[in-house]
């Protein structure tokens, strides 16, 4: 039995055995996705943070969550009732999942006008996307997670 490749195997995880600086790689939209879920199963490590203003949109970075913080912008925005905005056309991938309430996403693209209410409890993976404005229709406010890599 030849043995010669398990030190390789078992040096899996460890230090770079040439001694080259360890650097943080940037999460994929997959792992982003994962963690991100994962986050709106635990609501008491967020549920704290949420602020509620009746005249805009709360947003609130949250930096405990170490897998992700690291490497990526993650943060919590809430959504006053009637509420109606914008949202900036962004070049990086966006993760985002609705966890209380509802949300209209409202896309303005060259083939017209599309409307799609959100639902809690999907993540969403977004591009670069043309014009878009999100809407909360109900009456309560409305809870969103999001994630960007660096």
Same mark, same amino acid.
């Given at each position: 039995?030849?043995?010669? &490749? &398990?030190?390789?195997?078992?040096?899996? !995880?460890?230090?770079?055995? #040439? $001694?080259?600086?360890?650097?943080?790689?940037?999460? %994929?939209v !997959?792992?982003? /996705? /994962?963690?991100?879920?994962?986050l709106a199963g635990r609501p008491a490590d967020w549920w704290p943070l949420i602020r509620f203003d009746p005249a805009r949109p709360s947003r609130t970075r949250l930096d405990r969550e170490p897998k992700i913080a690291e490497t990526a912008d993650l943060w919590l925005t809430t959504w006053p009732p009637g509420y109606r905005a914008g &949202?900036?056309?962004? #070049?990086?991938?966006?993760v985002s999942t609705l966890v209380a309430g509802e949300l209209l996403e409202v896309t303005i693209g060259p083939d !017209?006008? %599309?409307?799609?209410?959100? $639902?809690?409890?999907?993540?969403? &993976?977004? !591009? %670069?996307?043309?014009r878009r404005q999100l809407h909360n229709p109900g009456s309560?406010? /409305?809870?969103t997670l999001h994630a960007r890599p660096h």
């Open positions: 039995m030849n043995i010669d &490749v &398990v030190p390789d195997i078992t040096m899996r !995880g460890q230090d770079d055995p #040439h $001694r080259r600086p360890a650097e943080p790689r940037p999460p %994929t !997959g792992q982003l /996705a /994962a963690s991100l879920d994962d &949202v900036p056309d962004d #070049h990086d991938p966006e !017209g006008v %599309t409307e799609r209410p959100l $639902r809690a409890g999907r993540v969403q &993976v977004r !591009g %670069t996307t043309p309560t406010y /409305a809870i």
